[in-house]
T-cell receptor
Framework: NAGVTQTPKFQVLKTGQSMTLQCAQD?????MSWYRQDPGMGLRLIHY???????DQGEVPNGYNVSRSTTEDFPLRLLSAAPSQTSVYFC????????????FGDGTRLSIL | GENVEQHPSTLSVQEGDSAVIKCTYS??????FPWYKQELGKRPQLIID?????GEKKDQRIAVTLNKTAKHFSLHITETQPEDSAVYFC?????????????FGKGTKLSVIP
């Protein structure tokens, strides 16, 4: 199993551009989530999904969209990139049962100029 | 919502000494407390977790203790080694729908000095 796969690993954007960060998992996990990690801030939840067709907002959802059309994939879209969105983005997945360990991808390092 | 405070933010220990990292949480309904280790440029990796029906859990040199009354939990690393150097994050989540949402502390950078 590959686990949680994120692409791309690095990306540089200009302010106002849009892009999609990809996340795929092959563990048949129902729960998937996106976090951003900024220096000194820990990991903050952006959006999450408990299954195909179901998404919800986390702590810092503004400026990001998600959709979940399949169990495997959970893309994160930046509609109009801003410098404040410069961060490292991690996707995670887990079984839907309560209090299950979350498995993280390798992250996408995103810079907005 | 849940709030998790983590202390200290940085910690330096001599190789072979013990390291302790403490976290407090605000939501008394939280019942799952994982710890993640993140090496520089890598993904967070789960190293140990504890559920609220357990007061202590050990895995070789790593242990976690939970005090639900005081709403705090701690990570203990004994006989530290240079490869333990990393950033450690605590997290908490609650029952029901909230169990999917982990709230993280801001991290502790542990440096083990050879």
């Amino acid at each position: 199993n590959a686990g949680v796969t994120q692409t791309p690993k690095f990306q540089v954007l200009k302010t106002g551009q849009s892009m999609t960060l990809q996340c795929a998992q092959d563990m048949n996990h129902e729960y998937m989530s996106w976090y951003r990690q900024d220096p000194g801030m820990g990991l903050r939840l952006i959006h999450y999904s408990v299954g195909a067709g179901i998404t919800d907002q986390g702590e810092v959802p503004n400026g990001y969209n998600v959709s979940r059309s399949t169990t495997e994939d959970f893309p994160l879209r930046l509609l109009s990139a801003a410098p404040s969105q410069t961060s490292v983005y991690f996707c995670a997945s887990s079984r839907r049962d309560f209090n299950q360990p979350q498995h993280f991808g390798d992250g996408t390092r995103l810079s907005i100029l | 919502g849940e709030n998790v405070e983590q202390h200290p933010s940085t910690l330096s220990v001599q190789e072979g000494d013990s390291a302790v990292i403490k976290c407090t949480y605000s939501d008394s309904a939280s019942n799952y407390f994982p710890w993640y280790k993140q090496e520089l440029g890598k993904r967070p990796q789960l190293i140990i977790d504890i559920r609220s029906n357990v007061g202590e859990k050990k895995d070789q040199r790593i242990a976690v203790t939970l005090n639900k009354t005081a709403k705090h939990f701690s990570l203990h690393i004994t006989e530290t080694q240079p490869e333990d150097s990393a950033v450690y994050f605590c997290a908490a989540s609650g029952p029901g729908a909230g169990s999917y949402q982990l709230t993280f502390g801001k991290g502790t950078k542990l440096s083990v000095i050879p």
